[in-house]
Structures are given as structure tokens and as C-alpha cells.
């Protein structure tokens, strides 16, 4: 699993990854390789460590030992660098909810450096494409849940990113709007970028190039989603993770 | 800049928009000023004084008379059996004993005495009130020497007396008010922006907003700028309007520059805001942020001189009141306002603020960690 | 046995956040370690200067009266009086006394020389302490130029109840009980409340049966007892180490110490229905329990001094009403025949804000 091959088109690498809390280890050895332009799914339980492994990633959280690096910068010694090439849509709704809709995209294209001119473009762009024009001068606190989804993953991307690391985009978004979220994705990997996404979902989870199943910390399996089914027989990646997951508790 | 920019604009929409925060910011230290300004007021006036008068003479007559007829008093009728159950209950100050024979000692030569029963609690209260009444006896003691020297006319040419003419600089009413003005202003700029940066801060770190922005490639400096700048503009406005209340409402005359104020004010709120940045850095909650700060505000607000004169307190205390950058700005504040003071006169003061401000601000930057360890 | 469920989560919440617990407890101790040391209401040490124009023995004498009073200090000499205001702007002295250059002279040869004081007055309190103490010092010079026979001599007696030692500490200390445990109790539940609004656990607590009132009650008990806790703790260090007097009896402070608390969290509570955020709860917090326990309480400016609507302002405060029994007890030693009304009212002020906040907690949720 170590072996990782250098590639010019590798843009998310880590060795060993590890990140304790304590005594307790959160991430264990986490080795990854993702390409330009791939839809990369971790999957896991709760608790897992997939929102710790993405924090690292984004250079929010210090890891305890191992390496990474994303975009080419190194994940500790670099990631200021890193951050202007990332968009990172959290777990938890992250956005200001006191803003208007616009006012959190003015907001966000601003602290990312945007020049006027730019930033009143990416905002319409962006309120076009995520189809909030109707509900711009709205208080982001009185929007429902799914379109609160949209805006974040809208914001997310006003500064066009090369990598975009999404925590559980669509929890609690009603389906058609899930729908609409990952026709998004696979046209913004069919741009070139390189997306990175956690879900619970296993109907999203074929959708991915590759996924990589997490348990206890550790990564059990990894590949591209038909190798592995494949490889171990299963149908969906449904069966495909209740077997690895029985698998790993057994172990 | 233009980063800052829009922080600076967030903050400001975030702030309007909460108009129950808007009303905490801008009219409660309004109140606040006036309602204070009114009860911290030492001078002492209506002393409840009850006399007792056993010696029933012309001069302990004339000397309840004096006591009657101060503005220091409020003279209060009682028996005398009653005295220590109104004592106890809080009615009664002070009381004065004029013992039998008092007149008769004092015409005699030897010594004439009186007895005075002060509720101590309060000593300082206590300690004005007995001046007030040792004021008395003594304006009473001089008169009935002069009218013995009256007398005795080859004497009195022989005799020399010191008189003491005095001025009262800035304040010759010696009102209280004119110095918990200006201190109540600044106090309440320290609370408000040390506390305001520090919850805001801790708010987004509670609500997750912050993890969002600490994903942005917004350098430190940034970050830290367009949190405080919001708030030092707010601190200006509260100081623009403590200002006001001072010199419209209880009509101080403003002595000095404005210009200088808000120098002053500029080097004080880096202090403050970068102090509020700190507690934001060790704290996870509100609830803590606010209790740290707390600790912050109360040596400052002691240490400061603003509640008790700096020279009254233990030397190894008065030494530790150079590290308050409150004891700085009470003094620059009075003193522009009041005195008239420039830049040279207050210039260690600013000096000291000075270094603060820019140590508390290069402390909080280099604190501030865009990530988790 | 659902109360003790509330309870116990309350306790829970209050242990795990170590830091806050630490915080609160520590605080008492800080203020009254702070302010025991620091708040000394009882001028001395005054600087002064002093021009002295005549430089004879005569007025040298003179000013060694003033320097040599413990009220006074002359740390500056000046050639000219003028000089006084730069020294004013400086903050250098307080004062200046210039004495006349016939002073020595006109001994003896006139009735009477004026010496002129003059007074920085920005700070008013002090400055007319500086006036007191210095016609003080001058009388008693004046005295002894006096001939025999003609003193007439007055001696008063003063007697100082209830803190003889004239110690500013006995007048501070129970004070600060006071405040600290309004700020504590009224603080912590308003807070907590309405972090559990905020966050949404309150609506969470609030669908499942418990009564209204037990859940008021359960999210109270833990804060009397913190708030109690750091009220015996200010006592006791006031006691312990600064000698402050205990002069009647222990149950009487309990009883009305746990009265005022009621009154305090109740308070808090009220409070808690008016915030909506916890911002706005501690500045509200902040500001109707703080500011006036400190400033309109009696603390450390005298209540009799006000105009007469903060006079009657200060009668809805509890900490006006607490203040009286708990300096009634430690430095009167007075009991409840003296004190009954002051706990019956606080108890009436604690059951007003009770029955405000639960009307207010009723029509939200209805
Ligand atoms: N700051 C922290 N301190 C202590 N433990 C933490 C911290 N952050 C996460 N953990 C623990 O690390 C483990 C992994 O958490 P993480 O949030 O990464 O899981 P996850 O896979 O994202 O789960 P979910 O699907 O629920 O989002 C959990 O047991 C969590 O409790
Ligand atoms: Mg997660």
C-alpha cells in the first residue's frame, strides 16, 4: 500500500498521514494518491476519521507525523500556499447566517482576493449556476438546508480552485437537489478539476473514480470503484462496503 | 488592502444587522454615563448628624446652631436611648456628644471635650465626616478665641495668624463628575472593544464560520486587521459619544486637542483589541472567553487609579500599576479633556502606551495560529 | 427524579468545562486579593510642591509642617508659583503652596499673612481632601503661635463603631461578596440558558414532558451552588486575610446569602428570556447586575450622596439589600430582628423576576 507511484498528475499525495488526539488515533497511516481531474470518495462509518484526514488536508489541522502535499505544496510547510488553491466545503454549514446570500459570496470572493470587477462576475456566475438569483438579497439564515448546501459549495468555488474537498456536501439534501449537486461535480471534474468528497451515501459513492473505505482510523481498501468490486466480487459499492467494513471488524 | 476591506464590511452588515447588540453598543453607555456620572459622587453632603446637647449652654448653643446651619448635615432629633439601635439600623452617621460642664471648661482654660461617635464602615466616609465636624468645632473654636482676644486688645496686636487663600485649578467646584467622566469613557471603551473582539472571535470559532475562513489563504495580518478594525472604528464612536454625554449633559469644558484624543485613543485600542484577540486564542467558548477577559479587565480596572488614587495604595502595588495600559489612558484622557495637557506633558504616557499597544498587538498576531497543533 | 436528570446534566456540563470552573473559581479570589490590596480609600502620602519665595526660617518651618504630616508629601520645589500648572498637566503633584517672600518678616508685624494653596481639581474628591487636610495643618500652626491663656483649647473624641481599626478592607470585603456573587449567579445561568437556545438543546429539553418549572429549577441548582461557594470563598479570604471583623452569626449570613441568590438567579433567568444570543446575554447580564451592584449599591459610593431618583433606583437592586445584612452581620453583628425586612424584600424582588421570567419563557414557548 506504500508504494505510491510519482506522477506529474498527482495533485493530493500523503505517506503515512497520522493524526492523535491524545492517546487516541484519529487517522492511522493514511496513504493516498488522487489525479487531476478524478472524483476521489472516502467512505467510512461515523467516526471514522475522514473529516480529520481533510482538515489535515487543508491545512487546518497540524498532523502528528507523516507527509502530504497538495497542489505540489507541502501540507505543513506549505499550506498557506495551498489555500488559495483549495476550495473546502465543511460538514457543519459553515457560512455566515446574519449575511445575505450575496453578501456571504461578496464576503468570501473578497477574502480570496477577487478585484471588483471579478468578484461582481463570480458572484452572478456562481448565483447562476447554483440557481439562487430569486433568493440573492435573502438572509442565508432563512434559506432551507439544501440550498444552504448550494450557496456553501458555491462560495467554495468563487475563486476557482483547482482541488475541492467537500465534507459531506449533501447531507440532508433532499434528492433531486443531490442530483443537481453531483451533475455539478462531474462537470467541474470534467473541467479538470480534482474533487474530493466524503458522503454516506453509497448511491453517490459509484459516482466516484476511485474511494478509498476508511474503519477505525485505518483504510481498509482503495481503488477505483470497478477494480475493487471486481476484486472482492460484490455488485455495488453498497455490498462492497458493508463486506470490507464486517471484514475489517472481524480482523 | 482590499481584503481588509471586506471584512471590514462584513463585520459592519453583522453588527447593524443585530439590532439588539446595536442598542447594548450605543445607547447603554449613553445611560450608562449618565446614571454613573450621577452616583459616584464622594462628595460628601447629607451626613446624618444627631446632636446631643447635655450642658444646655449659650455656647453649646451657639455651636448646635453652626452644626444647623452647615450644608454638610442633616441634623436628625433622637433620644439619646435609641442612639446605638439607630446606629446599627444605618439611620444615624454621626452623632455628637456635648458633655455637661463643656462651656464651663472651655472659658476655664482647660481643655473643653466633646465626644463624637462615627459609623466607621465606610473609613473613608468616615474620615470626611469627622473633618467635617472637626471643620465645625474649629470655625467655632477660632471665633471664640477672637472674641477673647477682642478683649484683650494690647494682645491681640501682638499676634499672628497664616491664612490660607486657595485656588482650585480645572474644577473649582471640585465636582466628582468632572474626573468619573472621562474615567467611565474610557473604562467603558476598554470593556467594550477588549470584550467585543474576544467573543466575536470565539463566536465564529463556536458556530464553525471560522474554520471556513482559516481555509482562505488570508495571511495572519489580515485576518487580525479586518477583525479590528471594525471594532476600533465602534471604539471611536463610543469614545465620540462618551464625549458628547460629558460635555453636553454634564457640560465639562474640553480643554485640550481632539486630535491628540484620538492619537491616544488609536495606540489604546491596540492595546484593548489586541488583548481581546488573545483571550480569543485560549478560549473554546463565550462562557470562557468571557471569563478570561474578565480577568484582564478587573486588574485593569483596579490598577488603573480609576477607583482609588494610585499614591493610596501599597508601594509594590503602585509599581504593578505600570503594567495597566488603563492607569495610561485615564491619565492622557483627564488630562486632555480637563487640563488641557499636550504631547510633551503626556509624553511617557504615550510612549507607554505606545509600546503596549504595539507589543499586545505583535503578541496577538504571533499568537493567532491559522491552524490546529 | 426527572429534576435530578436536569441537575446532573447541568453538573455535568459545569465539571467538564474544566477551564470555566477553574475560571470561576479563581476570580473570587483574584478580585479579592486585588482589591483588598489595591482599593485604599484613605488618602496620604499627597505630593505637593511648594514654591517658597521668602526662604527664611521662619517659612521653612512652615512648610515642614505640611511635610512632615503623614497626609502630605513635598516632592518638588520651584522657583516660581506659575510653575505649578505645567507640573498639574504632568500629573506631578496635586498641589502647590507658595509661601510669600515677607513671610518670616510679617511675623510679628502684621495680624496676618496669606499663604496661597493652589489645587489641582480635575480629580474633585481628592482636592477637596487636599483643602481639608491643609486648613487642618495651618490651624494647628496657628495654634501655637497663640499666646497662653488663649488656646481655648477643644478636644474631640471621635469613637468609631463597627470597624474601629478604620480599615478600608472591612468596607470593601462584604462588598465584594456581594458583587461577585450577583456577577457569578446572575452571569453563568443567563449565559447558560441561552447557549442552549442558541445551539438548540433548550427546544430539545423543552418537547419532552418536563414541567416548565423543573426545568428552570434543575438548570439553576448547580449555579447556587458555585455561586455559594465563591460567595464563602470571598468571605472566607476576607476573614482569613484581611481581617475582616465576624462579628455576628454564621446562620444568619447563610440564610440571607442563599435568599439573595434566589433573588440573584432569578435575575438571571429573566434575563435569559430577554437575550437572544449570548452576547447579548452578558451584556444585558452585564449591565443590570454588574454595573449597578458595584456602582449603585452602596459598594463604594455612598447611596445618601445621589440624586434622589438613582436613590430610589437603588431600592429595586438586591444587592442594595444585601449589602446591609451582610455588613450588618460581619461588622454590626446585628441579627434578624434588625435585618428581617431587608431578606423579606429580597425575597419579594427574587419571586418578581421568578414570576417575569417564567410569564416570559410561557409565552415563547406558546
Ligand atoms: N479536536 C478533536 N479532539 C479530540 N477528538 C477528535 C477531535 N476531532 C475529531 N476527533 C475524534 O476523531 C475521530 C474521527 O473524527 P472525524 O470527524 O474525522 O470522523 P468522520 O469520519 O468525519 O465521521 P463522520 O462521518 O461522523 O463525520 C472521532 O472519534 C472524533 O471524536
Ligand atoms: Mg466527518
Redesign the interface.
Known amino acids: 500500500m506504500n508504494a505510491v507511484i510519482e506522477d506529474s498528475n498527482i495533485v493530493v499525495e500523503t505517506h503515512d498521514l497520522t493524526r492523535k488526539f491524545g492517546k487516541f488515533v484519529a487517522v492511522d497511516k493514511l496513504n493516498i494518491a488522487v489525479k487531476r481531474g478524478e472524483i476521489f470518495g472516502f467512505l467510512g462509518a461515523n467516526g471514522a476519521g475522514k473529516t480529520t484526514a481533510i482538515r489535515m488536508l487543508c491545512g487546518l489541522l497540524e498532523p502528528t507525523s507523516g507527509t502530504g502535499t497538495v497542489a505540489g505544496f507541502d501540507i505543513v510547510k506549505q499550506a498557506e500556499r495551498i489555500k488559495s488553491r483549495i476550495g473546502y466545503m465543511s460538514q457543519k454549514f459553515s457560512l455566515y447566517n446574519d449575511l445575505k446570500v450575496e453578501e456571504n459570496l461578496e464576503f468570501y470572493g473578497g477574502v480570496y482576493g477577487l478585484d471588483s470587477r471579478a468578484l461582481k462576475q463570480h458572484i452572478h456566475e456562481t448565483l447562476e449556476r447554483m440557481n439562487l438569483q430569486h433568493v440573492r438579497t435573502k438572509m442565508t439564515a432563512e434559506l432551507p438546508l439544501g440550498w444552504k448546501q448550494k450557496l456553501a459549495l458555491g462560495a467554495a468555488l468563487m475563486h476557482n480552485p483547482d482541488i475541492i474537498f467537500l465534507d459531506e456536501a449533501t447531507g440532508g439534501v433532499d434528492p433531486v437537489a443531490r442530483r443537481d449537486f453531483w451533475d455539478m461535480i462531474h462537470d467541474l471534474a470534467a473541467h479538470g478539476k480534482t474533487i474530493f468528497v466524503t458522503t454516506h451515501y453509497m448511491d453517490e459513492a459509484e459516482y466516484c473514480h476511485k474511494i478509498s473505505i476508511m474503519h477505525q482510523s485505518r483504510v481498509l481498501i482503495q481503488g477505483k470503484v470497478g477494480d475493487l468490486k471486481v476484486q472482492t466480487g460484490m455488485k455495488t459499492v453498497e455490498e462492497l462496503f458493508k463486506h470490507v467494513v464486517t471484514q475489517g471488524d472481524s480482523a | 488592502m482590499s481584503v481588509i476591506r471586506h471584512f471590514v464590511k462584513k463585520e459592519f452588515r453583522q453588527v447593524f444587522r443585530d439590532k439588539q447588540m446595536l442598542r447594548m453598543l450605543l445607547i447603554v453607555p449613553i445611560v450608562q454615563l449618565i446614571v454613573l456620572g450621577n452616583a459616584i459622587n464622594l462628595d460628601v453632603k447629607h451626613v446624618r448628624l444627631a446632636i446631643f446637647d447635655h450642658d444646655h449652654s449659650e455656647v453649646s448653643r451657639d455651636l448646635l446652631s453652626r452644626f444647623r446651619s452647615s450644608d454638610y448635615f442633616d441634623i436628625i432629633l433622637a433620644d439619646q436611648s435609641k442612639l446605638s439601635a439607630l446606629m446599627d439600623r444605618g439611620k444615624i452617621d454621626i452623632s455628637v456628644v456635648i458633655p455637661e460642664g463643656f462651656a464651663r471648661d472651655l472659658g476655664s482654660g482647660s481643655t473643653a471635650k466633646a465626644q463624637l461617635i462615627v459609623d466607621a464602615q465606610n473609613s473613608n466616609l468616615a474620615g470626611i465626616a469627622t473633618g467635617y465636624v472637626n471643620g465645625v468645632f474649629g470655625s467655632f473654636q477660632e471665633d471664640f478665641r477672637n472674641r477673647m482676644l477682642e478683649k484683650n486688645p494690647d494682645i491681640k496686636s501682638k499676634i499672628h495668624s497664616v491664612e490660607v487663600v486657595s485656588r482650585v485649578f480645572y474644577n473649582p467646584e471640585m465636582n466628582t463628575y468632572f474626573a468619573t467622566i472621562p474615567g467611565i469613557a474610557v473604562l467603558l471603551l476598554t470593556i467594550i472593544t477588549t470584550l467585543i473582539n474576544a467573543l466575536n472571535i470565539v463566536r465564529e470559532k463556536e458556530i464553525g464560520t471560522l474554520e471556513q475562513l482559516m481555509v482562505t489563504p488570508i495571511s495572519k495580518f489580515q485576518f487580525v486587521m479586518g477583525k479590528s478594525l471594525p471594532f476600533a472604528i465602534l471604539g471611536y464612536i463610543e469614545l465620540a459619544i462618551a464625549l458628547a454625554v460629558g460635555m453636553l449633559w454634564f457640560k465639562i469644558p474640553f480643554a485640550g486637542s481632539f486630535l491628540l484624543l484620538a492619537f491616544s485613543a488609536a495606540l489604546f485600542l491596540m492595546t484593548t483589541l489586541g488583548a481581546g484577540l488573545l483571550v480569543s486564542t485560549v478560549a473554546q467558548t463565550q462562557q470562557q472567553a468571557l471569563f478570561t477577559a474578565w480577568f484582564f479587565l478587573v486588574f485593569c480596572i483596579i490598577m488603573s487609579g480609576f477607583l482609588t488614587p494610585i499614591e493610596n495604595m501599597p508601594t509594590a502595588l503602585q509599581y504593578l500599576t505600570y503594567l495597566d495600559p488603563l492607569r495610561y489612558m485615564i491619565k492622557v484622557t483627564r488630562g486632555i479633556f480637563l487640563k488641557g495637557s499636550t504631547f510633551f506633558d503626556l509624553k511617557y504616557e504615550l510612549a507607554a502606551m505606545a509600546i503596549y499597544g504595539t507589543a499586545m498587538f505583535a503578541l496577538a498576531i504571533f499568537r493567532f495560529r491559522k491552524s490546529t497543533t | 427524579m426527572r429534576l435530578r436528570a436536569i441537575i446532573l446534566k447541568e453538573f455535568l456540563h459545569i465539571f467538564r ?1 474544566s ?2 470552573l477553574f ?2 473559581l ?2 473570587p479570589v ?2 479579592i486579593f ?2 483588598g ?11 505637593i510642591a511648594v514654591a517658597d519665595l521668602d526662604q527664611s526660617p521662619a517659612s521653612r518651618y ?1 512648610i515642614d509642617k505640611f511635610a512632615q504630616s503623614k497626609y502630605f508629601q513635598v516632592t518638588q520645589y520651584v522657583t516660581q508659583p506659575d510653575e505649578f ?2 507640573l ?4 506631578e503633584v496635586r498641589a502647590g503652596i507658595t509661601v510669600p517672600a515677607d513671610f518670616g518678616k ?3 508685624n ?20 487636599v ?2 487636610y ?3 495643618i ?2 494647628q ?2 495654634t501655637e ?3 497662653q ?16 481599626s ?3 478592607g ?2 470593601i470585603v462584604p462588598g465584594l461578596a456581594a458583587v461577585i456573587l450577583m456577577m457569578i449567579s446572575a ?2 445561568t443567563s ?2 440558558i441561552v ?1 442552549e437556545k442558541e445551539t438548540g438543546t433548550l427546544e430539545q429539553i423543552l418537547v419532552t414532558p418536563v414541567h416548565v418549572i423543573e426545568t428552570i429549577v434543575g438548570k439553576v441548582i448547580p449555579y447556587v451552588f458555585l455561586a455559594f461557594m465563591d460567595g464563602m470563598l470571598t468571605i472566607g479570604i476576607g476573614v482569613l486575610v484581611f481581617d475582616v471583623q465576624f462579628e455576628g452569626a454564621a446562620w444568619v449570613l447563610l440564610t440571607n446569602t442563599l435568599v439573595y441568590l434566589y433573588s440573584a438567579l432569578a435575575l438571571g433567568l429573566l434575563i435569559s428570556t430577554l ?6 446575554a ?3 447580564a ?2 443590570l447586575t454588574l ?1 449597578p451592584s458595584i ?2 449599591s452602596g459598594f ?3 447611596i ?4 434622589l431618583i ?1 436613590q430610589v ?1 437603588t431600592r429595586l437592586i438586591p444587592a442594595t439589600y444585601f449589602l ?1 445584612i451582610i ?2 452581620v460581619l ?2 453583628g ?1 441579627g434578624y430582628a ?1 435585618l428581617y425586612h431587608n431578606t423579606l424584600i429580597l425575597f419579594g424582588i427574587g419571586t418578581l423576576f421568578l414570576l417575569l421570567a417564567i410569564r416570559k419563557f410561557k409565552v415563547r414557548l406558546g
Do not use: C, H
Not at chain 3, 37 to 47: M, P
Not at chain 3, 88 to 91: A, D, G, S
Not at chain 3, 114 to 128: E, F, H, K, R, W
Not at chain 3, 149 to 164: K, S, T, W
Open positions: 468545562d477551564r470555566t475560571l470561576v479563581l476570580m483574584f478580585m486585588l482589591y490590596w489595591a482599593v485604599n480609600l484613605d488618602a496620604k502620602n499627597i505630593q512652615f500648572e505645567d498639574f498637566r504632568r500629573y510679617s511675623i510679628g502684621e495680624f496676618a499673612t496669606s499663604v496661597q494653596l493652589i489645587v489641582d481639581g480635575y480629580d474633585g474628591n481628592t482636592a477637596q481632601t483643602l481639608n491643609a486648613r487642618a495651618v490651624a500652626y496657628n503661635l497663640l499666646p491663656g488663649f488656646e481655648a483649647p477643644i478636644e474631640v473624641i471621635p469613637r468609631f463603631l463597627y470597624n474601629p478604620l480599615e478600608s472591612n468596607f452571569l453563568l449565559v447558560s447557549r437575550a437572544s444570543t449570548q452576547q447579548a452578558m451584556a444585558t452585564l449591565m454595573l456602582m449603585l463604594m459610593f455612598p445618601a450622596g445621589m440624586p438613582l433606583i446591609e455588613r450588618g461588622l454590626k446585628t434588625e
